[in-house]
């Protein structure tokens, strides 16, 4: 396509991501929305994925080709591990057991990379051999991840049709970032490495919108909560009421205690530590001016009845 080796299918995610990060650069704008900044690097980072990977290598750029490789490869390994850093920031997923798991990973991604990889290349100039002997045990690696992590998060103990379906999606995520080292030893297709790795961002889009819903539904039980951080101003409309002080998940796990659910209950709903739970519960008590739960559920339960 354009007498380059891009493939329409790509070019057409690369399209896509772009309208779709411009149109969350504006809404972020719109809405002073700093929480967006982690969306807004993913989806930055899909589209030097979609247009390193979709451009290149071209044999009318000068120099060693192996040097294309590396920002290719650098790229995909630089967008999974973010994809993975992504799913433990913005929804505490703690997957792994120990805290240095995200740096670990990476480690292991870019480490196999310089050893599996450029090595190899190095002794035996075949891009072939050094594609084979780095993806395989990587493929394992992602597997392994991958199974680890569904079995962590697809279990639910109390059913929540809002957490089931971040879920699931999320595993679709996760899902692809282990396929992708599978359909790079299968062979330069674009149209099906490119499908499989556009179908994570655009997962984690919908989880992002039907977080965006959950908040509106919930606007009614976090508008004192919110007002209460905006004693400034006098009028306040939906999208400030929404967007207070609170970080998203700080929003979550408030709806979550002003629904009288217990930290333990919460935890499990949520899939992450009840010690993870009661630190966001403090930081929303320090940030609404409360001491402690009793005092929160009084104060705004109360106003919200």
């Known amino acids: 396509m354009f007498g380059t080796s891009i493939h329409w299918t790509t070019f057409f995610y690369l399209l896509l991501d772009i ?26 980072l899909f589209i030097f994925y979609n247009a390193s990977g979709g451009f290149l290598p071209s044999n ?17 390994i630089t967008l999974c591990v973010y994809i993975v850093y992504y799913l433990y920031k913005e929804y505490d997923f703690v997957v792994l057991a120990f805290s240095s798991s995200i740096r670990n ?3 292991v991604a870019f480490g196999g990379f310089i050893a599996l990889y450029l090595i190899p290349y190095l002794f035996t100039t075949s891009l072939n051999t050094a594609r084979l002997l780095y993806t395989v045990p ?48 299968i062979g330069d297709y674009q149209w099906i490495t490119f499908t ?44 400030e009421v929404i967007n207070g002080n609170l970080t998203r998940r700080e929003t979550e796990i408030a709806v979550s205690i002003l629904s009288k659910l217990s930290y333990k209950s919460i935890a499990e709903e949520l899939y992450i530590a009840e010690s993870t739970v009661s630190k966001h519960a403090s930081n929303i008590f320090k940030k609404t001016g409360v001491k402690n739960r009793s005092e929160f ?7 919200n009845k």
């Not at 504006?26 to 807004?40: A, M, V």
């Not at 060693?64 to 490869?73: A, C, G, K, M, R």
């Open 138 to 185: 990587i493929s394992i690696v992602a597997f392994i991840f991958l199974g680890i992590f569904y079995k962590r998060i697809s279990h639910p103990k109390n059913p929540n049709l809002f957490i089931v379906r971040r879920n699931k999606l999320s595993i679709i995520s996760v899902t692809a970032i282990a396929l992708l080292p599978i359909c790079t030893v």
């Open 105 to 107: 990973l990476a480690i």
């Open 196 to 239: 499989v790795m556009n179908i994570a961002f655009y997962a984690i889009s919908i989880i992002e919108v039907d977080r965006h819903l959950f908040f509106l539904e919930n606007k009614s039980k976090l508008y004192e909560v919110f007002l209460s951080n905006k004693r400034k101003i006098e009028e306040i409309n939906e999208s």
């Open 60 to 76: 009318a750029i000068p120099g060693p080709i192996i040097i294309q490789y590396i920002i290719t490869y650098g790229v995909s």
């Open 297 to 303: 559920l009084k104060r705004f339960l109360r106003k």
């Open 19 to 44: 309208v779709i990060v411009l149109f969350a650069f504006y809404q972020s704008q719109k809405l002073n929305r700093n929480s967006l900044k982690r969306y807004l690097y993913l989806g930055i």
